[in-house]
């Protein structure tokens, strides 16, 4: 069944330092993956999204994620955190082949330390 | 600026009550969703629309019902409101296969 999985539930981060925030995949097929980062007490906004081709893209703010195959994952890096980079973060998969219907991890929770 | 607003922004429910949350989109999009996100879960897609007069069940659609009698609007419905169903609800729309552009959610409590 597909599924995604963010193995850290919480990371700590000093500002300017840098950050990887992990997603694991599992999906039969060509997946189409998504970054969501989640502000408080607000919705869920687009970060970045893959459709199959070049392994790394860009997205807002600095941020890039690079899709490997062999390991089935889509870790999402930034090189230098801003204390307004915390927030919640989702990684995402489409179960459609590029549909909007996706399925989400369990998100990842980033504090910024001064 | 697409914009997807839901209302209410808090609601308190008694158990077994009738609960409808809105959700208005001003985007133009076909696709409409709605999710719950529970602590540990992420997001969970209960049902979601691909038009007016569509609704389609996604994995977790027991216990609530959708409605979307128009491009701009879809509820979601639960007849018989549990204090399991306490959480916070988001809605979101779609062009197609593209972005989701999520409102700021409905956080549910049911007693």
């Known amino acids: 069944a597909q599924s995604v999985t963010q193995p850290d539930a919480r990371v700590t981060v000093s500002e300017g330092a840098s950050l990887q925030l992990r997603c694991k995949y599992s999906y039969f097929g060509t997946p189409y993956l998504f970054w969501y980062v989640q502000y408080p007490r607000q919705g869920l906004q687009l970060l970045l999204k893959?459709?199959?081709?070049?392994?790394v893209v860009q997205g807002v703010n600095g941020f890039e994620a690079e899709f490997s195959k062999s390991n089935s994952s889509f870790h999402l890096r930034k090189a230098s955190v801003h204390w307004s980079d915390w927030a919640v973060y989702f990684c995402?998969?489409?179960?459609?082949?590029?549909?909007?219907?996706?399925?989400f991890g369990e998100g990842t929770k980033l504090t910024v330390s001064s | 600026e697409a914009a997807v607003t839901q209302s209410p922004r808090n609601k308190v429910a008694v158990t077994g009550g009738k609960v409808t949350l809105s959700c208005n989109q001003t985007n133009n999009h076909n696709n409409m969703y709605w999710y719950r996100q529970d602590t540990g879960h992420g997001l969970r897609l209960i049902h979601y629309?691909?038009?007016?007069?569509?609704?389609e069940k996604g994995d977790i659609p027991d216990g609530y019902k959708a409605s979307r009698p128009s491009q701009e609007n879809f509820s979601l419905i639960l007849e018989l409101a549990t204090p399991s169903q306490t959480s916070v609800y988001f809605c979101?729309?779609?062009?197609?296969?593209?972005?989701?552009?999520f409102g700021s959610g409905t956080r549910l409590t049911v007693l």
């Open positions: 893959y459709y199959p081709g070049d392994p």
């Open positions: 629309s691909y038009g007016a007069g569509s609704t």
């Open positions: 979101a729309s779609a062009r197609g296969a593209e972005t989701l552009y």
């Open positions: 995402a998969v489409s179960i459609q082949g590029g549909s909007a219907k996706l399925i």
